[in-house]
Structure formats: C-alpha cells, structure tokens
C-alpha cells in the first residue's frame, strides 16, 4: 500500500476519524477489525498496496478506501484493459512495437470512484470481461512491454496527482515503481497456498482445473520477481502477511499499518 503527496498541502484533512472501533462474530469467533482506531487522510493523501496474485490487495484495498470514502484506483485492472484491447484487435502477442501502439491509442475511461467502478474500451463496458481467463492468460505477455508499463505507469501517476481528496491504490509496483514518495507504503502477501484458494480454487475445483491455477499463479509469480520482490518489503514499506488471516483482520491490519505510517510521518 502506497500513500503519496503530489501536492504540498496543510488543509485540514478530507476524511478523518476517531476511535474507531468494529467487530466481526461472536464467541471465540470474534475479530476485532478495528480497537480504538484514530486516523487523519489528508487532502492529497494516497495509499497504496503492493502484493502478489491472490494476496488480497484487490479486496483490501476496496475495503480500505470505502470505509474512509477515498478515491480507488486498481493498476492491475488497467493492465488487464490494455490487454482487452490488444486481444480485440488480433495483435500477436509477440509483436511488442503493435502492442505498445494500441495501448497508447486506446479509447480507455477509467473511474476511481469506489462506489461505481468504471471501466470502458470507447463506450463498451470492460469490467467482467477483463477478469476472463482469456485476459489473464495474456496479460503477463502485454504488461511486460517496457512501453506499455512506461505509458500506463505515466497514466497512473497522472490520476494519482489528480486526485483531489485522496485515494487508495494498489498494484503489483505500485510502492516501489509509481508512487515511491507516498505517504504510506503496504507490502501485502501470503503463502502461494492462501494466494491459489483466493484466486478461485473453488471456481477451478467446478471446472476440475485446480492444478492449471496452480501453475498460473506460480509461472506469474515467477515473471514478477524479474521486476518485484513480493517477500521483502523495500525500505520504508511495511510488510503485512495475510497467511493466517481473515479478511477483516487483514483489513485491521492494513489500517493499522497505514495509521502508523502517517503518524510517524507527521512526528518527523
């Protein structure tokens, strides 16, 4: 998770809150989320989340920037558009110079308002098809053009230093590569067991494909960490491991995390 200023500002904050406090069960099942919480996102404050496929960052990240009204921006889904448009127009995957084109041309509007995700191809609605097994068995191909990451990483940081009340975004680079100077930085991971059962083993159990998301996840993790270490956590970017958690106590965990982070920012 990254948070990053592009702006010098001493506004008061756009979303603050006090004492927080949430629970999830009851009994011995009980997870507190949130014990006493007090956090301040000030305006032009953003945090982002870095994670491997399956780690959570998706779902955290949405979790996060809902329960404090921030702007969401998933930098996976935008490579996961560029690579819609590649396919829809029967470019070789192997042609990085015809790839890079159709990316810089594409026709792409992409919302950040968590309310209501958005995500056109010129007036064509996106969001289902991107997450297709079509998509990501390409994806990996499309984003590994250095000019595709040159343009959708300038893109990124455009809306970034854009947003006008803070956002939360998260991405496979998004600490180490986008937004390096943010305000908070999370590294969120988990086993490649937890990660496999995320990604959909129930789906790929009804198709009896199980041992293909395996792989999947195994030859994606091994084309990342030519460009990310998704184990260690960079300098100043906190590492949260998700293997024993539930989702709430991730949430829990992030926020906490991100609390500290800014705290430790405004005391120095």
């Known amino acids: 998770m990254t948070t990053t200023t592009p702006h010098a500002q001493t506004a008061q904050p756009a979303v603050s809150a006090r004492n927080l406090s949430k629970t999830y069960g009851m009994g011995e099942a009980t997870v507190h989320a949130l014990n006493n919480v007090s956090v301040d996102f000030e305006q ?8 491997p496929s399956g780690s959570g960052k998706s779902s955290v990240s949405k979790e ?5 009204g921030l702007a969401y921006l998933d930098t996976g889904a935008m490579y996961r558009a560029a690579t819609y448009r590649v396919l829809e127009l029967g470019i070789d995957l192997n042609d990085a110079e015809a790839i890079a084109k159709a990316v810089e041309e594409m026709p792409l509007v992409f919302g950040t308002n968590i309310k209501e995700e958005e995500i056109l191809m010129g007036s064509t609605d996106i969001r289902e098809e991107i997450r297709s097994e079509r998509i990501s068995s390409a994806v990996s191909a499309v984003a590994s053009v250095p000019a595709v990451r040159e343009h959708l990483i300038g893109l990124q940081r455009w809306m970034i230093n854009h947003a006008i009340n803070g956002m939360v975004a998260e991405g496979r680079d998004i600490t180490t590569v986008v937004a390096p100077d943010a305000d908070a930085r999370i590294l969120l991971t988990a086993s490649e067991e937890v990660r496999m059962a995320r990604r959909g ?4 159990e009804k198709s009896g494909a199980s041992g293909d998301l395996s792989k999947q996840i195994a030859e994606r993790d091994a084309k990342d960490s030519k460009v990310n270490n998704f184990m260690e956590a960079a300098e100043g970017v906190t590492l949260v491991d998700s293997s024993d958690l539930d989702f709430n106590a991730t949430v829990s965990a992030v926020i906490n995390a991100v609390n500290d982070q800014l705290k430790a920012k405004r005391a120095g």
């Open 201 to 204: 083993l129930e789906n790929a």
């Open 44 to 51: 032009g404050k953003f945090t982002a989340i870095m994670g």
């Open 64 to 68: 996060v920037a809902r329960h404090f």
